[in-house]
Nanobody
Framework: QVQLSESGGGSVQPGGSLRLSCEFSGDTRRYTYMRFCMAWFRQVPGKEPEGVAT???????TYADFAKGRFTISLDNSMNTLTLQMNNLKSEDTGRYSC???????????????????????WGQGTQVTVSS
């Protein structure tokens, strides 16, 4: 069993930056020998969750179009902390950001950005990001 806990959210002005962290607890050592897909999602009230970025066991990463060039996903070597660096934030980036992991498999091609079809096993509770002047 793995637990995910996000932190780092807050309020910033447009153009600002935030660094979100997702701490994995439990037996994370197994990520050193399994395939996995770790992801960041975001959701605003009244809308479906949308995938932001993923990183896989081979360190390959994928970004939603809105995140390209502004956001960076990374995973520390201990496989304990997943990070999302967000720069040049815009008001439309406001939302609740959650991390997720799909174990024993790579990201689902063509569906990684979909909460249900992405096949994620574990989710965090999320951290709120508000971008406003």
């Amino acid at each position: 069993q793995v637990q995910l806990s996000e932190s780092g959210g807050g309020s910033v002005q447009p153009g600002g930056s935030l660094r979100l962290s997702c701490e994995f607890s439990g037996d994370t050592r197994r990520y050193t020998y399994m395939r996995f897909c770790m992801a960041w999602f975001r959701q605003v009230p009244g809308k479906e969750p949308e995938g932001v970025a993923t990183i896989e066991h081979d360190s390959s990463d994928t970004y939603a179009d809105f995140a390209k060039g502004r956001f960076t996903i990374s995973l520390d070597n201990s496989m304990n902390t997943l990070t999302l660096q967000m720069n040049n934030l815009k008001s439309e980036d406001t939302g609740r950001y959650s991390c997720a992991v799909r174990e024993y498999a790579a990201c689902v091609y063509g569906s990684w950005f979909h909460r249900e079809r992405g096949g994620y096993n574990y989710w965090g509770q999320g951290t709120q990001v508000t971008v406003s002047s």
